[in-house]
């Protein structure tokens, strides 16, 4: 029951950082027009920071660690490694592992990915703007 609980609980950190994701692009979007966004450099910096992980992760077609660790605990709690059956559980599972080719996920997320940097890059927060000023 343990191991049961434990994935669950990594399903839906999974399912928290996806939804962080999407919405840090969203974010960035809205940012155009309401200028006063782009002064959140820690949320970001984190978000660009993730938003490449997760890129670098689907172009070298490699599995996300909370996946691996999901499975793990999955396997674990039953060594068939068949869904138990969780309603909310279920539904979380469908969103985050969804049954389409691996470029559907991967070009966008790459997209995502060099948007927020070039973002970022043209339009750096505020403290990073000083930071580099003072500088000069």
Not at 95 to 121: E, G, K, N, Q
Request: overall charge positive; hydrophobic content about 55%; glycine content about 4%.
């Amino acid at each position: 029951m343990f191991y049961r609980v434990m994935a669950d609980i990594f399903m839906v950190i999974h399912f928290a950082w996806i939804i962080f994701m999407l919405l840090g692009f969203i974010l960035t979007l809205r940012a155009f027009f309401r200028p006063a966004f782009f002064d959140r450099w820690l949320f970001r910096t984190i978000h660009l920071a993730g938003i490449m992980f997760v890129a670098t992760l689907e172009a070298l077609k490699v599995y996300c660690p909370l996946t691996l660790w999901e499975n793990a605990l999955r396997r674990q709690y039953d060594p068939s490694h068949e869904y138990p059956g969780s309603f909310i559980i279920g539904y979380l599972e469908r969103l985050i592992y969804p049954d389409v080719s691996p470029a559907v996920v991967m070009i966008p997320t790459v997209l995502i990915a060099l948007f927020t940097l070039v973002v970022f890059i043209v339009k750096p927060p505020a403290k990073f703007r000083r930071g580099l000023s003072d500088s000069d």
